[in-house]
């Protein structure tokens, strides 16, 4: 393993917008970002019991406190699990950010176990920003925009990290 990751990048860039906890619920499709979280010690970690309710807490915490609310998902069936807490988002005006795993580049398309076609499920609930990032020098750029649009329209935003992104080598600043 990369001594720093695109995950890792990705953890900075929530550190570097105040977040203070990501709710989410694990799995192996967002184990990179998983792995970044742990090694960082920040943001924390809410363990949710179910990937919807890790979206609805990721509202709460938008609803109540005025930030940004983030939650973490793992493709496929987890991803669609997030959809109900992001249509509350979207209703209520409240600004989320959803990280979503996905598989990795090379099977997109190829209809591989638990693969969906992300950007279309995420297209009207994230209307104002869902994109995937297929190299490691888009994640911080795709990371700001989801936070910057999130904050500027209030409503939800998804990224979405292929699997081979979130644990490539951290590309060179420079």
Same mark, same amino acid.
């Given at each position: 393993?990369p001594?720093k990751?695109?995950?890792? @990048?990705?953890v ?5 917008? %105040?977040?203070p906890r990501?709710f989410g619920?694990s799995?192996d #499709?967002?184990?990179g970002?998983?792995?970044? @979280?742990?090694? $960082?010690? +920040?943001p924390?970690f /809410?363990q949710a *019991?179910?990937?919807?309710?890790a979206?609805?807490m990721?509202?709460g915490?938008a =609803?109540?406190t005025g #930030?940004? !609310?983030v939650?973490l998902?793992t493709q #496929?069936? !987890? $991803? ?9 988002a =979207? @209703?209520d005006? =409240?600004?989320? /950010?959803?990280i /979503? ?6 099977v997109?398309?190829?209809a591989?176990q638990?693969?969906? %076609?992300?950007i *279309?499920?995420f !297209?009207?609930v994230?209307?104002?920003f869902v994109?995937?990032?297929? &190299?490691?020098q888009?994640v911080p750029m795709?990371?700001d +925009?989801a936070f ?8 939800p935003?998804?990224v979405i @990290?292929?699997?081979d /992104?979130q644990t490539?080598?951290?590309p060179d600043p &420079?």
């Amino acid at each position: 393993m990369p001594d720093k990751t695109v995950s890792d @990048l990705d953890v900075e860039r929530l550190t570097a917008w %105040d977040v203070p906890r990501v709710f989410g619920y694990s799995g192996d #499709g967002i184990d990179g970002v998983m792995g970044a @979280l742990r090694r $960082a010690g +920040k943001p924390a970690f /809410v363990q949710a *019991r179910h990937e919807e309710t890790a979206a609805f807490m990721a509202v709460g915490h938008a =609803k109540y406190t005025g #930030g940004v !609310g983030v939650c973490l998902s793992t493709q #496929g069936p !987890g $991803a669609v699990h997030l959809i109900n807490g992001l249509y509350d988002a =979207k @209703l209520d005006s =409240k600004p989320v /950010v959803a990280i /979503v795993g996905q598989q990795v580049s090379t099977v997109l398309g190829s209809a591989y176990q638990q693969e969906i %076609d992300l950007i *279309r499920l995420f !297209g009207d609930v994230c209307a104002q920003f869902v994109q995937a990032a297929y &190299t490691p020098q888009q994640v911080p750029m795709l990371v700001d +925009k989801a936070f910057r649009t999130a904050l500027a329209t209030r409503s939800p935003t998804c990224v979405i @990290l292929p699997h081979d /992104v979130q644990t490539a080598p951290a590309p060179d600043p &420079t």
